[in-house]
């Protein structure tokens, strides 16, 4: 039963991430993105990661990807098919180095951790909103005030940048 | 643990001094958000003004720290005297380049408010980054530290230059970071914590497959030695040094690279100890490739900026010359090498700034052609830094590099050492063109209808000078501070 | 005490003086201190000699300071004098003062009047250090510096380019000869520990003879380049490009004679090396020979006495190389009166013919200047080893201890003696003999001039009674009663003298228009003669132009600058092209940076993670 | 041992997660190298981003710990702070150069 | 604060204040460093008075801990060796000095508080006593040399300026390597101590960690020297640099390298030197013949005085590897022989330079018509250089050619061709110069010498004839000197190769 479902959302994860490499339009891309995001949050329920798989679907496939979305629209960006290539080396060099770091990387997962069990759906509940809220709270309270810092950046950053021309 | 409280949570006074310095920055930050509305168009340089304030007060603040070293808030950073040693640097860092920058804001007629507020926060991150004991400290410190600075390498957002830049070095930051961060991960996955000095434990026991260490060291050390510049993940800096304000180019060689190489030899001098037999032939070829790479590449340079990015990079393969020493004395001379290069950094930089011209027109090195005549003192600084950068005795330079090499030989570092050595005399050759630019030609018309040098960047020449040459006769200060701090790396 | 150091210390002061102020003072004055230094050192000579008691007993030695210390060996400035040197020390000022005042007269009218004496007083004062030297290294001192004032005095006229080079040339032979003497003197420092010649010479029978060889022959190289023996002689004629009164002084009468003195000196390393003796005495031959036949063919006067003095020269060595040590000297001395009168004669002829050296436009002098051809007379006499002159007397000792020691030289003497007749007989005939050839009017010499030379006329005549140096030095050199067959080869000698007169008066009295018809007839051989069988070119063409071109073509341009200098420049370019190289991977694009990070990774991960899956 | 007769025991071998989550970098890898688009560039290291998330979750539910969720929880916000800031440049960039090409984007260089 | 604290501190002192002095009156510029360069010298004298011959340690000690950890000492004294050194630099300091009075138009004061700069590096390199503060020292001396041949130099100065300073950096990187490596193996930087190390056998080296340390303090020094085929930079270095630098330079920089050479090489290495000696001299030797073959053809009196200095300095060489008292004492007094002679050469051709502005031998002829005086010092100063018995070269060279006669008399043989052959080039160049027809240009062009120009070479002709007529003011300090190193080369030799390699030699193993 969990296998089953873990393979279905992983098949779609995986298929819709190549879609989204593949896809010439960005506007295709994202809503591939957004798929990813949807699968893996399924994943993380199964991981018993509630909380996680909310914020997952609120603040990334919601806010992020639309924002990312906002901006395609903006900038109306075409597809690619336009765009001419100008980097032989990203195709020569860089393609047989993907695919050896796929391999290696799923070489070194699979063998890295051996007797790893199983996740059993259930088993860990340490994901739960209250298990998440309660440490963040606690032991992690100076990294969640230190983030504030961290989106005043982002913001004050967003506005220095985007802003139209003064005087 | 999930659920129930646990016993010593509510952060201590102890913690609080512990964390000061990061609170008055962030305090000052906000402040500056707050009044730049007000007084951006009226008083541009006021903000200048109290980062630098902020900066001092931070200082002091790191500096009573120290006197209670220790761990806090539930064991996410910790005060050693190596933190405290970083922390220190970090702020002068701050205070230079803030001095460096004042006239370069008025030339380019930029909003001075966000500018220093950024540079602020970046520095918070640092701090973050170079006290933290936890990885997840060190990733939001180095997050914050890097989103600032890709903002301020874009902060003139009319020039071209600046887009390519920020873009570049957005992009490419993110992609490392992403390796970086699987690392962590992995880290996490054998040793079930973020803590480094669990991670070390763990690490060391026998049981944990060292495959996945390896794995996780490799894409750990990916991250860092993009954030150092090291080769081979070097290539970004030149471009992005050039294209970013002149001022935060100062910054972004001296400021994060400071950071990053603390985490560096934080994270591989403790929580990677065990496998360091492993790592360290790979950190002997990345420290002999950026020497190389970085000299050689700069020699045929005609652009300032880029051939001081090249030089930064050079420099960066030094100090990995120390890290892959892998003794206290190594950290120590790599603390003191890059307290040495920050200034003299600087300073260079800050040449630069002085003699760009409204957006950085002359940055040829032709540019500098006949500066002892006009500008004898301005001279006389560059040649103080260059001279640093080559290495010759009595600068700080020269004493960073001897007490490298010496790190590196007395942990049988012969080769790399002689290697290193030969390096730094290739080096010298581009940095003697620039004395030769400014000494041995006539003034050129850039240095004819040079404005005089403003009281900040004089300022932001002269500290620099005397740290460079306190470094070089009296070394001692900062180099017992440096070897009690290496003592605690664990 | 005899307070040597003033003999040399006179000279000396008279060189300060008139080098730093003799361009202000008036000539009088500049002569008179020139004269007054050297005829003083002369008088102090002559007191030494008549107070000093018997010297071959007890030699005078005097340390004034030690000059070079280092570790165990130690060498002084030390003067000695035995009877060797109180001869030599008598020529040296003797005939020194004669031709200071005879130079007076000369030079009146020259530039750099000072200049002239103030160099004559240096020379004197480095002979008379050479003569007094204690020791080999302060022998060396005078030796090289009489070599300076010879470089300094042949160049006198600088203007001239061919003065300047002859004295070039004369210094730069010299050093070849020094390289051999200091050699020499390395050895006896290996050897014997010391240059004092006390030392050196009371071990030197107790050394092996391989080691007394080498010493002895590379000391005879030294001694061939001072005194203008083969192969190094070729500096001497070229010499006669000074003032006539340093090429009587320098160039005859004293410096050349040095290399005779010096194996004089280191006779007692000599004699044990008997294989250097046979050396010795074949150079000196071959020389004579050599240089006589030159001399025959020759036309400016003062290029006849100048080969002559190298045939002379090749006498003594005879002399000292048959062992016949005080022969070699007393010829020293004689040679010294009689070739220093003919070079002041030919100085008094040229005066007289207004600097005319070339004998073909000369002749008739003897009623222009009847004084000069009388005392020449007796100097042609004199070397010719006409009976009862001083000539005769030194001559003849040494083809007798020649004969002595192998006939076949004594014959090749005597021949040489005939052809030394003939040359400077025809010389004299081609003087003073037939009617002026020359222009304008000729005159004889002012008495500044000819007072000296008569002074030397008497002592080349009679010098050989008086001075007879084999009775002086027999406590040196310890005299051989006559041989049975001496009057015989005396007989022989003179008349191979006599005869080589009576042909040249034959040849250019008589029948002057012989000398052209052997010219042509010998043809081939005349002009081999004639141009001095182009020794020079030769050497030119051997040694001196493929140094020059070799170092310019070779050493500077290819190795210099070509080979080092290109490969330091090819470092430097070989690293800039590889600044060149990196440069294009930096192509800007953000893709294939991320690639090379890709890569990167790829590598680290397969390196760690691999080497981390081999441990364990 | 056979993760097929783990399935037996019921529930998904941890090694499936940790290997989709290293199929899924790779994928981010390899559309930042390969595209040209700068967002979808960028929408790729978001990926990459997510695949380091689920192994996080992989381990903390493997550890049985929070910390790991945390991790993923930090990095969602940096990754928001990113992106804010990312697309901000990204806009600058094409107010400047009308272009989205990563290719065009070249001229620092040597 | 002895005097010799005092010697190596005021010139600091006074190139500090000649640079704060105001630009707008370089007069006072030249006054104040000429002050301090003659002030400095009188002090220097007062160690000559104060130095006790006889005990041949250092003397004029100052010890202090510079730098805690690595333990850097500030550690000075001379001996023999090093205080005819010093007196020398201190010495000519003021002649340079003096004869840039009026030759140098643009930053004066600049020029001026260089050569001071360049005096302190000097009198520091011979008067340290921990590796670390030679080093530091030998560095400082670079760079006022650098900027003096790099600004005030002639046409193609940047070209001279940048090869002469990569050069000396290859060189002196590789020593700062040996020099930390010994330091890993003594644990201090203290010569003395480092010695003593040896000597004890505390330290002990594996034949080829001594080979390879031997090989690279060698080739910094060498570089210095400058010994074939390693003397490229130098005709370029003296033809560019002013009159001045060529001086400090030939005179004194020079003699780093042999200094050097024989304070360190010998006495830390002596079996790695004994055993490279023998191509060492070959080198030497080479240099000796070659130098003065290419000296007789050079067109350029400067380049010509340089080529001649590389056949100079290869007599020293040859001294100092010869191993024999007699040699190490003649090269240490042909250091100071060369550093006089040479001095003065460079100084006349200054002279003449003022007056022509020409280096080309073609461009004179007859100058000693209408400059007597000029030419009658350029003569003696020719004569010594030469080697003439009675000045100063002589004794130096005499004493080098017998020592290697001692070791191996065919050394001498073909060493001493150099003496020959530097009567040719010398005389040769003495004859186009001066002698012959005087040219329009150098009668209207070249007068005879001035007050200044008289109170700057009669010193140097004194210095000449005095060390030529009596050595024995000088020598015996020296020797003293050498007969210690000498005992040092011997001693410590037998113990290296005594030192068990198992024990001792065994953990000093780098990679």
Known sequence: ?167 | ?490 | ?616 | ?110 | MNLLDLVIALPAAGFVLALLLPRSQPQLSRLVTLAFSLVTFAVSLGLVTGFQSGMAGQQFVTNFIWIQSPEIHYHVGIDGLSLWLIILATFLTPIAILLSWNYIKDRQKEFFALLLLLEFGLVGVFASWDLFLFYVFWEVVLVPMYLLIGIWGHDRRIYAAVKFFLYTMVGSVLMLAAIIFLYTQAGTFDYAVILEQFSSGRISLTHTQETLLFLAFFLAFAIKVPLFPLHTWLPDAHVEAPSAGSLMLASVMLKMGTYGLVRFCLPMFPTAARENAGWIVTLAIIGIVYGALVAMVQPNMKKLVAYSSVSHLGFVVLGIFSFTQMGLDGAVYQMLNHGISTGALFLLVGFLYERRHSLEIADYGGVATVAPWLSILFLVTTLASIGLPTLNNFVGEFLVLQGTAQAHLSWTVFASLGVILSACYMLWMYQRVFFGETSEEVRHHVPDLNMREWACIVPLVVMMIWMGMYSQTFLPAVSETNAKILEQTRANAPLRVAAPSTSAGGQFHGR
């Open chain 4, 1 to 110: 041992m056979n993760p097929l007769l783990q399935t037996m025991t019921g529930g998904v071998p941890t090694a499936f997660y940790l290997t989709l989550s290293a199929v899924l970098f790779a994928i981010g890898v390899a559309g930042f190298v390969l595209r040209r688009n700068i967002i979808t560039v960028f929408m790729c290291i978001e990926l990459m981003l997510n695949a380091v998330n689920l192994s996080f979750v992989t381990f903390a539910n493997h550890h049985k710990q929070v910390s790991g969720h945390i991790f993923t929880f930090f990095v969602m916000v940096v990754a928001a702070a990113e992106a804010a800031v990312g697309l901000a440049i990204i806009l600058t960039v094409f107010k400047n150069r009308q272009t989205l090409n990563i290719d065009e984007i070249n001229t620092l260089k040597n």
């Open chain 2, 1 to 490: 643990m999930a659920g129930n409280l646990p016993a010593n949570f509510m952060p201590t006074s102890a913690d609080m001094l512990r964390f000061l310095p990061e609170t008055i920055l962030t305090v000052a930050g906000t402040l500056m958000m707050v009044l730049d509305p007000l007084f951006a168009r009226r008083l541009p340089r006021m903000f200048g003004h109290i980062s630098i304030v902020a900066f001092l007060l931070a200082i002091m603040a790191a500096i009573s720290a120290n006197s209670v070293p220790g761990l806090a808030f539930s064991n996410l950073i910790g005060i050693d005297g190596f933190g405290t040693f970083f922390r220190v640097l970090l702020l002068v860092i701050g205070i230079l380049s803030v001095l460096a920058s004042y006239r370069y804001l008025e030339r380019e007629k930029a909003d001075t408010g966000e500018y220093h507020a950024l540079l602020v926060f970046s520095i918070v991150g640092q701090c973050v980054m170079v006290t933290a004991n936890d990885l997840i400290m060190i990733f939001i410190g180095l997050e914050i530290s890097s989103i600032a600075t890709y903002v301020l390498a874009g902060y003139l957002r009319d020039d071209k230059r600046n887009n390519e830049s920020a873009l570049k070095y957005f992009l490419l930051g993110s992609f490392a970071t992403g390796f970086f961060l699987y690392g962590v991960a992995i880290a996490y996955g054998i040793s079930g914590s973020t803590k480094l000095d669990e991670i070390r434990i763990a690490l060391a026991n026998p049981e944990t497959s060292t495959m996945m260490v390896g794995v996780a060291t490799a894409l750990m050390f990916v991250g860092l030695a993009f954030k150092v510049s090291a080769a081979p993940f070097q290539m970004w800096a030149p471009d992005v040094y050039q294209g970013a304000p002149a001022p935060v180019s100062a910054f972004m060689a001296t400021g994060p690279k400071a950071a990053a190489f603390a985490i560096f030899l934080r994270i591989f001098l403790t929580a990677f100890q065990s496998n360091s037999d492993s790592w360290e032939p790979l950190i002997w070829i990345c420290a002999l490739l950026s020497m190389t790479i970085g000299n050689f590449a700069a020699l045929t340079q005609t652009n300032l900026k880029r051939m001081l990015a090249y030089s930064s990079i050079a420099h960066a393969g030094y100090i990995l010359v120390a890290i892959a020493a892998r003794s206290e004395i190594g950290t120590a001379a790599a603390m003191f090498y890059l307290a040495a290069y920050s200034l003299m950094n600087i300073g260079a930089f800050a040449v630069i700034i002085h003699m760009c011209g409204k957006g950085e027109t002359n940055l040829r090195i032709e540019d500098l052609a006949g500066l002892a005549k006009r500008q004898p003192v301005t001279a006389a600084m560059l040649t103080v830094f260059l001279l640093s950068l080559i290495g010759v005795p009595l600068t700080g330079g020269f004493f960073g590099k001897f007490y490298i090499f010496q790190a590196a030989l007395q942990s049988h570092l012969v080769w790399l050492t002689v290697l290193g050595l030969l390096n730094s005399a290739v080096a010298a050759y581009y940095y003697l063109r620039l004395m030769v630019m400014m000494y041995m030609h006539e003034p050129g018309e850039v240095s004819n209808n040079l404005e005089p040098l403003t009281p900040s960047l004089r300022a932001a020449l002269i500290l620099p000078a005397i740290g460079t040459f306190v470094l070089g006769v009296v070394p001692g200060v900062i180099l017992t501070f440096a070897q009690s701090g290496a003592a605690l790396v664990k």
């Open chain 1, 1 to 167: 039963m969990e296998l089953i479902l873990f393979s279905l959302f992983a098949l779609v994860a995986i298929v819709c991430a190549v879609n989204m490499v593949l896809q010439s339009h960005p506007i295709s891309s994202a809503l591939s993105l957004v798929g990813v995001m949807g699968s893996l949050a399924v994943l993380y329920l199964l991981l018993g990661g509630e909380f996680i798989a909310m914020v997952q679907i609120i603040v990334y496939a919601g806010a992020v990807m639309v924002l990312f979305i906002f901006v395609i629209m903006l900038l109306n960006a075409g597809s690619e098919e336009v765009l001419k290539n100008r980097s032989l080396i990203a195709h020569l060099i860089g393609v047989p180095a993907i695919l050896v770091l796929a391999g290696i990387l799923v070489f070194f997962v699979q063998r890295g951790f051996p007797g790893m069990g199983n996740v059993k759906f259930g088993d860990f509940d340490g994901g739960s909103a209250r298990a998440v809220g309660m440490s963040l709270f606690t032991n992690y309270l100076l990294p969640f005030e230190v983030t504030s810092v961290l989106i005043l950046i982002a913001i004050v950053g967003a506005v220095v940048l985007a802003r139209k021309e003064m005087d």
């Open chain 3, 1 to 616: 005490m005899q307070n040597l150091w003033i003999i040399p210390a006179l000279p000396f002061a008279g060189f300060l003086i008139n080098g730093i102020f003799g361009r202000k003072l008036p000539k009088a004055l500049v002569s008179t201190i020139a004269i007054l230094s050297v005829v003083l050192s002369f008088a102090w000579v002559l007191r030494v000699w008549l107070t000093a008691g018997d010297l071959a007993v007890a030699p005078l030695h005097e340390h004034h300071f030690t000059w070079i210390q280092s570790g165990t060996f130690n060498v002084g400035w030390d003067y000695m004098a035995d009877k060797l040197t109180m001869i030599m020390l008598l020529v040296v000022t003797g005939i020194g003062s004669l031709i200071h005042i005879y130079a007076t007269g000369y030079m009146a009218h020259e530039e750099g009047y000072y200049r002239f004496f103030a160099y004559l007083n240096l020379f004197m004062f480095f002979m008379l250090n050479l003569v007094l030297g204690g020791n080999f290294l302060l022998l060396f001192v005078g030796w090289e510096g009489v070599g300076l004032c010879s470089y300094l005095l042949i160049g006198f006229y600088f203007v001239k380019k061919s003065a300047t080079t002859a004295g070039n040339k004369a210094f730069i032979v010299n050093r070849i000869g020094d390289f051999g003497f200091s050699l020499a003197m390395f050895l006896i420092v290996i050897n014997f520990g010391s240059l004092d010649f006390g030392k050196v010479f009371a071990a030197a029978a107790g050394k092996p003879t391989g080691v007394l060889t080498a010493i002895a022959l590379l000391l005879l190289l030294g001694a061939a380049g001072k005194s203008a023996q083969i192969p190094l002689y070729v500096w001497l004629p070229d010499a006669m490009e000074g003032p006539t009164p340093v090429s009587a002084l320098i160039h005859a009468a004293t410096m050349v004679t040095a290399g005779v003195y010096m194996c004089t000196r280191s006779a007692a390393i000599f004699t044990h090396a008997p294989l250097a003796m046979e050396a010795v005495a074949l150079v000196g031959l071959a020389t004579a020979v050599f240089a006589a036949t030159i001399g025959m063919a020759q036309n400016d006067i003062k290029k006849v006495f100048a080969y002559s003095t190298v045939s002379q020269l090749g006498y003594m060595f005879l002399g000292v190389g048959v062992g016949a040590f005080s022969a070699g000297v007393w010829h020293l001395v004689t040679h010294a009166f009689f070739k220093a009168l003919l070079f002041l004669g030919a100085g008094s002829v040229i005066h007289a013919c207004h600097g005319e050296q070339d004998m073909r436009h000369m002749g008739g002098l003897k009623k222009y200047a009847p004084w000069t051809c009388l005392v020449l007379a007796c100097a042609s006499l004199a070397i010719a080893g006409f009976p009862g002159t001083s000539g005769f007397f030194s001559k003849d000792a040494i083809l007798t201890a020649a004969y002595e020691h192998a006939p076949w030289m004594f014959w090749v003497g005597v021949f040489t003696a005939g052809m030394t007749a003939f040359y400077v007989w025809r010389a004299f005939w081609m003087t003073f003999w037939g009617d002026y050839k020359g222009h304008g009017h000729p005159h004889e010499s002012p008495w500044s001039m000819l007072g000296p030379l008569v002074v030397l006329a008497v002592l080349s005549l009679g010098g050989g009674f008086f001075f007879n140096v084999p009775q002086i030095l027999s406590g040196m050199f310890p005299l051989k009663e006559a041989g049975a067959d001496e009057a015989m080869l005396m007989g022989i000698s003179v008349a191979a003298g006599l005869a080589g007169i009576a042909i040249s008066y034959f040849m250019y009295v008589m029948r002057p228009e012989l000398p052209g018809k052997f010219a042509s007839a010998l043809g081939g051989v005349y002009t081999l003669v004639y141009n001095k069988y182009f020794v020079d070119e030769a050497y030119d063409a051997a040694v001196v132009s493929p140094v020059i071109q070799g170092s310019e073509s070779l050493l500077w341009k290819i190795v210099d600058k070509g080979m080092i200098d290109g490969l330091v420049n090819g470092v430097g370019s070989q690293a800039q092209s590889m600044g060149g190289v990196l440069r294009r991977m930096q192509s800007g694009n953000i893709r294939s940076y991320a690639t090379w990070i890709l890569v990167g990774s790829v590598l680290l991960l397969i390196a760690l993670g691999v080497s981390g899956g081999m441990t364990r």
